[in-house]
């Protein structure tokens, strides 16, 4: 099956500058990468997700980028604020299967 | 739409009592999913539902755990007899369609077992 990767399992940066998180997938077929951000207490929520034939997608302030030969795809968090401090994961699944893999996360905390 | 709907939102209950969950998910969405988080082993999915269907449960973790689904809006999760290990926070997702579909998590279940 899938095997998501995702490093750091922690980040801390200062207020206005970016963040980069990194997962890597095992299995070639994946197509879909979506990234949930969990904010303490709360539940898992999409923020952006791209698919296989698309290299990089933005979405304001976030942006994700697809290495399909190299198996790995990024989320960039530009200009960061203290609301963006949560747990990051990042997902993959190859459509033929229903299973959302997600990675073990990263905890983000957005110094002021 | 009101999204995932979940409860109860907490339950304490003692080792080898039985527990209930319940999940009503986004009208129209075909797929239902069970995960489970806990800080040791991350999300987990449990089970998935397809129109009502449950197409794998391997993630299920043992017999004491079962699924429902008895319509399209809702499902229930029991465990029974209950243990302290299963002590973690139960989410209901649903998508429109299976795997590329946008899943919408729930509020979630905090369980403790004591």
């Known amino acids: 099956g899938e095997n998501v990767e995702q490093h750091p399992s922690t980040l801390s940066v200062q207020e206005g500058d970016s963040a980069v998180i990194k997962c890597t997938y095992s299995?070639?077929?994946?197509?879909?990468f979506p990234w949930y951000k969990q904010e303490l207490g709360k539940r898992p929520q999409l923020i952006i997700d791209?698919?296989?034939?698309?290299g990089e997608k933005k979405d304001q302030r976030i942006a994700v980028t697809l290495n399909k030969t190299a198996k790995h795809f990024s989320l960039h968090i530009t200009e960061t604020q203290p609301e963006d401090s949560a747990v990051y994961f990042c997902?993959?699944?190859?459509?033929?299967?229903?299973?959302?893999?997600f990675g073990a996360g990263t905890t983000v905390t957005v110094r002021a | 739409d009101a999204g995932v709907i979940q409860s109860p939102r907490h339950e304490v209950t003692e080792m080898g009592q039985e527990v209930t969950l319940r999940c009503k998910p986004i009208?129209?969405?075909?797929?239902l999913f069970w995960y489970r988080q806990t800080m040791m082993r991350g999300l987990e999915l449990l089970i998935y539902?397809?129109?009502?269907?449950?197409?794998?449960d391997s993630g299920m973790p043992e017999d004491r755990f079962s699924a429902k689904m008895p319509n399209a809006s809702f499902s229930t999760l029991k465990i029974q007899p209950s243990e302290p290990r299963d002590s973690a926070v139960y989410f209901c997702?649903?998508?429109?369609?299976?795997?590329?579909?946008?899943?919408?998590f729930g509020p979630g279940t905090r369980l403790t077992v004591l």
């Open positions: 997702a649903s998508s429109l369609r299976p795997s590329t579909d946008t899943q919408y």
């Open positions: 299995d070639s077929a994946s197509n879909y």
């Open positions: 791209i698919r296989s034939n698309v």
């Open positions: 997902a993959a699944t190859n459509g033929g299967d229903y299973k959302l893999s």
């Open positions: 009208s129209g969405h075909n797929s």
């Open positions: 539902f397809n129109n009502n269907v449950p197409i794998d």
